[in-house]
Every structure is written in structure tokens, then in C-alpha cells.
């Protein structure tokens, strides 16, 4: 049952979650699936409009906005969901974890599939953008702010915009290899500074042995009296 295993994941990965009653009544994921899933068995059977009415009034009440042609499997958590987007021809698996601002979206007016395709056991973190009819395989890991926009292999991890896989975990041994390193500004411009600082050093110390060049050295200007 579906509303079951959407609660069972709440529990499981929300340690804040502290007993049934306050799950049913305050988690604003966990209604909008409870509405999309009414949206989607009425859009199923072909009937205008009221789908996307439910919608609509879904999103006025938990900010979380599902067209109602989306698939969305069991066991998934929306995690305070305010700015969750799911497009008309999204398809998602099982036991997939959205934090709040995630947009799973489509590129241009093309019509037919045009959005993403989310395996199960994925996680796609705070204000991360998956675009187009592409694919997202089981296990991976969508760090927060990412944009997405080609298919990503299972057991990846992906970071950046454009988003661009780090790491691959082996999951029979369940070790993680790096694949790609991040640029880090910091680190490269303290690497900058330390290599200025030893060329300004040699220089004072060719100065002081009575070796600097002259022509290299600027002249001493006279105060004004």
C-alpha cells in the first residue's frame, strides 16, 4: 500500500518524525502525495479537469506542485517540499527522498516525454534542477543546488551546475571511488599568494646580498619639502 510505505519512509529517514499522529497531520509531503495520487487516478481514467483542480489546490496548500500526469513510486519522502516541482511526463521509482526546492522539469515546448526519469534510491538534495528526458539511475546522489542535465549512471554522485559526477560507489563492496575533483577558489588563490610571497622574498634577499638588478629596482623618490 502506497500510503503506508510513503509513511514508513518518513519514519525512517526524518529523525524529527516522532509518532503517527503529528506525521499524518503536519508534513506537508506526505498530502501532496496523498492528493497526487487522487489527481493521478482521475487524470488515468481520461476525466478534464478536476485532475488538474487537485493539483492546483495542492499546491496552494503544501506548495508542492505535481502535474498529475506524473508517476511517482512507493516509499518516496518529500521532506519539507516548499518549491517542489514535478513535471507532466516525470516518472519516479521507489524510496526516492526530494528535499525542498527540487525541480524535476522539462527544456523547452517539445511535447511527449520530456522529463526526467528518476530510478529508485535516489536522493536529490535542496535546490537541485533535473531537466529533460533524461535519466537518473538507481542510488544516485544529487547534491544540493545541482543542475542536471544529462543522464547520470547508477551509484553516482553528482554535484555542480552544470552537474558533472564525483564519485561511483561499488555497491557490492559498498566503497566509493573519486572520479572527478572539484575546483576549489580558495585553496588555489592561498596557493597563489604563498607562491608570491617566496618570489617577493628571493627578490629582497638577492637585494639585500647586493645582487638585485638595478634596473628591476624602482628609484627611490625624494618628500617634498
Partial sequence: MSLRD???????????????????????G????????????????????LPRLISHINRFLTGIEIH??????????????MGVVIGETTE???????????TLGGTGKERGKRHPTVGNNV???VGAKVLGAIEIGDN???????VVLDSVPPNCTVVGVPGRVVAVRDPSSGSTRRVERLPDPEAEMMACLQRKILE??????RLERGQGNPETVPEARESPN
Avoid: W
Wanted: hydrophobic share 45%.
Fill in 6 to 28: 510513503d509513511i514508513r519512509a518518513i519514519f525512517e529517514r526524518d529523525p524529527a518524525a516522532t509518532n503517527l499522529i503529528e506525521v499524518l497531520l503536519c508534513y506537508p
Fill in 92 to 102: 519516479i521509482g521507489d524510496n526516492v527522498t526530494l528535499y525542498q526546492g527540487v
Fill in 68 to 81: 498529475p500526469g506524473a508517476k511517482i513510486g512507493k516509499g518516496v519522502f518529500i521532506d519539507h517540499g
Fill in 200 to 205: 617577493l622574498e628571493e627578490r629582497l634577499a
Fill in 140 to 146: 544516485v546522489k544529487i547534491g544540493a543546488g545541482s
Fill in 30 to 49: 506526505l498530502h501532496a502525495l496523498i492528493m497526487h495520487r487522487i489527481a493521478h487516478a482521475l487524470y488515468k481514467r481520461g476525466i478534464p479537469v
Fill in 123 to 125: 536522493l536529490i538534495s
